[in-house]
Nanobody
Framework: QVQLVESGGGLVQAGGSLRLSCAASGRTFRNYAMAWFRQAPGKEREFVSAINLNGINTYYADSVKGRFTISRDNGKSMVTLQMDSLKPQDTAVYYC????????????????WGQGTQVTVSS
């Protein structure tokens, strides 16, 4: 069991940067693979990035690869998403998610979700 709370969303100009954070509570944070998903108005929720248990392996959607960086600090029970070179197409609600042991790019594979944080990129 893990509880997730996202923060760090906001309004930025195209080409700017933003850092999202996901704070986790629970006794077994190190047992969970973590991921970020996003959902724009009128669109399906899509995979953005994931990170494995020890933070060594990371995974990115093609749309954000080279611009976003995911990381985790198991000692602080925190996951971050550093977003650089932001585009208006990145505008969405971003969600932090967790599942046991192994990462996935599928929304249905994740058991725990944060409430989401809004990211808006102006052109």
């Amino acid at each position: 069991q893990v509880q997730l709370v996202e923060s760090g969303g906001g309004l930025v100009q195209a080409g700017g940067s933003l850092r999202l954070s996901c704070a986790a509570s629970g006794r077994t944070f190190r047992n969970y693979a973590m991921a970020w998903f996003r959902q724009a108005p009128g669109k399906e929720r899509e995979f953005v990035s994931a990170i494995n248990l020890n933070g060594i392996n990371t995974y990115y959607a093609d749309s954000v690869k080279g611009r976003f960086t995911i990381s985790r600090d198991n000692g602080k029970s925190m996951v971050t998403l550093q977003m650089d070179s932001l585009k208006p197409q990145d505008t969405a609600v971003y969600y932090c998610a967790a599942r046991n042991w192994i990462y996935s790019t599928y929304e249905s594979a994740y058991d725990y979700w944060g409430q989401g944080t809004q990211v808006t990129v102006s052109s």
